[in-house]
């Protein structure tokens, strides 16, 4: 407990020294090697990226500029247009966070700007994703779920540690789905080996992922002045400790990170030092913790 | 002035991020985009993933049905996957115009009993024992998406669009 305490001490001592300028800074960097790191690196961003990045990081004046990333923003935008119907939707969030930055380094107080930039678009992120979910029957009655423990790598080590999925049907059905995926096969039809149980946790994760996204849309969106927005850290941290370690999408985990970090200035600074250290230790997510799980399991 | 010009940079970017998610619910419901993809945040959503959406492309010629790969007729990955994520019909059109005028030969490390494979034309080729595809009477190009059903556990694919060229 002591340690514990000592800990959070630091913390609150750390998240002190955070303010003003300094967190500006923080926002800018992190958002720089987000950039480099996790961007779309095909060829129209890729070029944009790997001169105007490490310019930034090595000078720090250059970094800070309103004029440097009003210019990074324009040619990333104008870089993204080619890949408008082929990106993932992580890489829009951080074009939009590009060009908000932009933006607010040309306002008043910057750091503000900021904070209410990553809460709106962590907000409307979620709200799209939520609607999304709403609309969609087949995710609404676990198909979703349930074809993706059955079909998607990722989620193969959670389907046998929840539901009993065994090896060999994953190996089945790959091959199945494999063979309907491609172009040249022409097969136009196969059933899928499953277990007993996949259906009652397809729709558990099903409803569980509406609840968790909407309760963040809901106090991302709502304003300050409602009680709701006094926790919106907590839906946030736990949809990112719950998610990635299974669904490893590590630049959305980062980009989180960041926007979690941005606008916590406004909220709560604890919680701005818990985001640098998601931001930090987003590549322990790709560890293969059901994997690991399974392997304890199987001693006993 | 200055408060006002503020406010307008802090919304402008949040207020174009939910002019495109509108957009890509329009363009997903209306053209048949996948849900995944064009910014609206669909993704986990749904199964219908860009990625599986096979395209096959079919040509009627001299030898029968034969079937051509794609990646033979759109080369660049970048186009292609755009095909699969948007499959309008003017793209469709422009594959089986691209497909009816290129010299296809019949891929034999590929041929199978059930279907005749084709492989795209080399210039210089002038090997003899490679059979060219002549007199292409027409040419199908569809896109499907998958269809499961959990009751059953099957797993289909679902014609999302496509174009028949005829070939004068």
């Known amino acids: 407990l002591k340690l514990v305490n000592r800990v959070i001490v630091q913390l609150g001592d750390y998240s002190e020294r955070l303010v003003g300028d300094r967190y500006v800074e923080l926002v800018l960097l992190m958002t720089l090697i987000l950039s480099l790191l996790f961007m779309d690196h095909r060829r129209p961003l890729m070029g944009i990226l790997y001169i105007f990045v490490p310019v930034a990081l090595l000078f720090t004046k250059v970094a800070k500029s309103p004029l440097y990333w009003t210019v990074f923003g324009a040619l990333i935008l104008i870089g993204f247009i080619p890949l408008l119907n082929t990106a993932d939707n992580h890489i829009y969030l951080t074009v939009y966070w590009i060009l908000a930055v932009a933006l607010c380094l040309w306002t008043l107080d910057p750091g503000r700007s900021l904070a209410l930039n990553a809460q709106l678009l962590i907000g409307l992120c979620f709200a799209f994703a939520t609607l999304w979910k709403l609309l969609s029957p087949e995710f609404m009655d676990g198909t979703f779920f349930y074809f993706t423990f059955l079909t998607d790598d990722r989620f193969f080590d959670f389907a046998e540690l929840t539901a009993g999925v065994s090896p060999e049907s994953r190996l089945y059905n790959i091959e199945v789905y494999e063979s309907l995926k491609s172009s040249m096969n022409r097969v136009d039809s196969g059933t899928l080996v499953s277990s007993e149980y996949l259906s009652n946790i397809a729709v558990f994760m099903a409803y569980w992922t509406i609840f968790i996204e909407g309760w963040i849309a809901l106090a991302f969106l709502v304003p300050n002045r409602f009680k709701l927005s006094k926790s919106r850290d907590i839906p946030l941290l736990i949809f990112m400790i719950t998610t990635y370690p299974i669904a490893t999408v590590r630049g959305f985990a980062t980009l989180l990170a960041v926007l979690g970090f941005a606008q916590a200035q406004n909220q709560n600074r604890y919680m701005s030092v818990v985001y640098i250290i998601i931001f930090i230790t987003v590549p322990l997510f790709s560890l293969p913790f059901e994997r690991i799980l399974i392997n304890i399991l199987n001693l006993f | ?168």
């Not at chain 2, 990955?77 to 793209?91: D, F, N």
């Not at chain 2, 199908?140 to 797993?155: N, P, Q």
């Open chain 2, 1 to 168: 002035m200055r408060m006002s010009r503020d406010k307008l940079l802090q919304t402008l970017i949040p207020a174009l991020m939910v002019m495109v998610c509108f957009n890509q619910l329009y363009l997903a419901f209306t053209k048949d985009l996948t849900p995944w993809k064009g910014g609206g945040f669909g993704m986990f959503a749904t199964t219908d993933r860009m990625e599986r959406r096979p395209v096959h492309i079919t040509l009627n010629s001299d030898l029968g049905k034969c079937i051509a790969d794609p990646r033979d007729v759109i080369e660049n990955q970048l186009e292609l996957s755009g095909i699969q994520a948007l499959p309008t019909a003017p793209r469709l059109e422009r594959i089986a115009i691209l497909t009816s005028g290129m010299g296809w030969v019949i891929d034999t490390e590929s041929l199978t009993e059930l279907h005749c494979i084709l492989k795209k034309k080399q210039q210089g080729n002038i090997d003899a024992s490679v059979q060219a595809l002549k007199d292409i009477s027409e040419v199908e190009v569809r896109i499907y998406k998958f269809s499961f059903d959990t009751h059953s556990d099957s797993l289909s694919l679902r014609v999302l669009n496509e174009y028949v060229h005829t070939v004068n």
